[in-house]
């Protein structure tokens, strides 16, 4: 808890100075003021959050944490839990959605077992930072304690910085997790007040049968735990995920150190709820980059007031959508850097 308590005293706000500063360069460029809209934008509040008026972002990242859920065991899922740990060993082989994504944005892929059910073997890309063998099953008990919990989002934190370290300018959240979409959809429900129905999707593809029973088991899970919404830590506990814990630890790690966070998806966006939650200045360092398919997201997005960058009708997580949106951060740097001012070009600007 010292970790995340210490973290959570270093997110501040976005440096107003270096704002203003970015606004300036971009309204002397050759275009009428915000005719570029989302590049501007994200230019200005990237400039906010690295206190510098043309920061830019050559190191990249997505993290990746992969969890199971005993939640499974309700049939919420057509796939089987294993394909947690086969799509880890994907991941490290390269030949997932997110690597083929990850080396067109020119970012490495740092994939964090925190609590795949099936043991991993040794890989030099893995991180094994396993809490459990995948949370218990949230229908009939607590998906974790609290204080795995706080380790989950302590871990989060600690990957971060070990990456920090090695020199990251712009970090993505990703994840892997069979029935993770159950966990998101009780997180979103809880701390939104949106009805379990409004806000579960059918994940990876359920049948009308399966949806159904999907709803239902959120909704046991909620009632048989008595979630308190006020407590983001206990939402996390009662009826998350290590993976999402993990994910909110990464956000709340970046914000701290004053890094932009491309929040992927669905369960992403359950991530940053609770980080948000946590600490709501957090918000400020968060760029949504794409509002996927799953119905939730969108009410996701809204409560956080995070406008996305794309709309790609995307559900595969892992990080993907983050990733194509890396290639936008850089845009809005290029634009801004190499993007000749009226002065510059010998062009009219208006009176």
Same mark, same amino acid.
């Given at each position: ?37 989302? &590049? ?15 920061? @830019? ?55 964090? #077992? ?5 043991? &991993?073997? /040794? ?46 300018? &712009?970090?993505?959240?990703?994840? $892997? ?30 049948? #009308? ?7 239902? @088991? ?20 009662? @009826? ?9 630890? @990464?956000? !709340? ?30 918000? $400020? ?24 960058? !794309? ?18 951060? /850089? ?21």
């Amino acid at each position: 808890m010292r970790l995340l308590q210490r973290t959570i005293d270093k997110i501040g706000r976005l440096n107003q100075d270096a704002m203003m500063r970015a606004s300036a360069r971009l309204d002397a460029l050759t275009h009428p003021p915000g005719s570029l809209g989302r &590049l501007e934008e994200l230019a200005i509040q990237l400039a906010g959050i690295r206190g510098e008026p043309q920061p @830019v972002f050559p190191r990249k990242a997505v993290i990746v944490m992969a969890g199971d859920h005993g939640v499974t065991e309700e049939g919420v899922s057509p796939y089987p839990q294993e394909v947690t740990a086969q799509m880890v060993l994907n991941f490290l082989a390269g030949g997932a959605g997110i690597n083929v994504l990850a080396r067109r944005a020119d970012a490495r892929v740092v994939v964090t #077992d925190i609590g795949v059910a099936r043991e &991993l073997p /040794d890989h030099r890309d893995l991180r094994n930072r396993r809490i459990a063998n995948g949370t218990r099953n949230m229908a009939r008990e607590p998906a974790m304690s609290r204080e795995e919990a706080v380790r989950s989002i302590e871990t989060g934190i600690e990957v971060f910085q070990e990456e920090l370290d090695k020199g990251l300018d &712009l970090v993505a959240t990703g994840e $892997m997790g069979i029935g993770n979409t159950t966990a998101s959809s009780a997180i979103t429900a809880v701390i939104t007040g949106k009805p379990v129905k409004e806000v579960t999707g059918r994940g990876t593809g359920v049948d #009308d049968v399966g949806f159904q029973r999907k709803i239902s @088991v959120i909704e046991q899970a909620i009632r048989h735990n008595a979630v308190n919404a006020s407590d983001p830590l206990e939402v996390l506990a009662k @009826v998350g995920g290590y993976e999402i814990g993990g994910l909110a630890g @990464v956000i !709340l790690g970046a914000a701290a150190a004053r890094i932009p966070v491309l929040i992927d998806g669905f369960i992403s966006g359950a991530a940053a709820l609770i980080a948000a939650e946590i600490k709501p200045e957090s918000k $400020m360092f968060m760029i949504a980059s794409h509002c996927s398919v799953e119905r939730g997201h969108r009410i996701i997005l809204d409560y956080l007031e995070l406008k996305p960058l !794309l709309q790609l009708d995307l559900r595969l997580g892992e990080g993907t959508g983050a990733a194509i949106a890396m290639k936008l951060v /850089d845009d809005a740097v290029a634009i801004r850097d190499q993007m000749a001012t009226f002065a510059d070009a010998g062009v009219s600007n208006k009176d």
